[in-house]
């Protein structure tokens, strides 16, 4: 099992910055893969960026050039620089991790609230 508590959400204006941290304990030498997914009211939950064990990133076209994933592989903590942020980045945002074999991200933590005042 993995335990995932993510933190450094809150309430910024727009153009401001956030680092959102992500602890894992637990299994952590199974992890593969870490990612940080976003839902925001009424709206299905969305993969923002990711980041693999081999140092694979991806990001959501929305965030490209604005959102940096990074992670210590010795804590297995993924982090989430964002930068100029916009009103619509506004959501939960969820730290995930995928295990060694699985087919997808089956670790979740409770996610953190960002808001993004205009």
């Known amino acids: 099992q993995v335990q995932l508590v993510e933190s450094g959400g809150g309430l910024v204006q727009a153009g401001g910055s956030l680092r959102l941290s992500c602890a894992a304990s637990?299994?952590?030498?199974?992890?593969?893969?870490m990612g940080w997914y976003r839902q925001a009211p009424g709206k299905e939950r969305e993969l923002v960026a990711a980041?693999?064990?081999?140092?694979?990133?991806y990001y959501a076209d929305s965030v490209k050039g604005r959102f940096t994933i990074s992670r210590d592989s010795a804590k297995s903590a993924p982090y989430l620089q964002i930068n100029s942020l916009k009103p619509e980045d506004t959501a939960m945002y969820y730290c995930?991790?995928?295990?060694?074999?699985?087919?997808?991200?089956?670790?979740w933590g409770q996610g953190t609230q960002v808001t993004v005042s205009s």
């Open positions: 980041i693999s064990s081999g140092g694979s990133i």
């Open positions: 637990g299994s952590i030498f199974s992890i593969n893969a």
């Open positions: 995930a991790a995928q295990h060694v074999g699985a087919s997808g991200y089956d670790y």
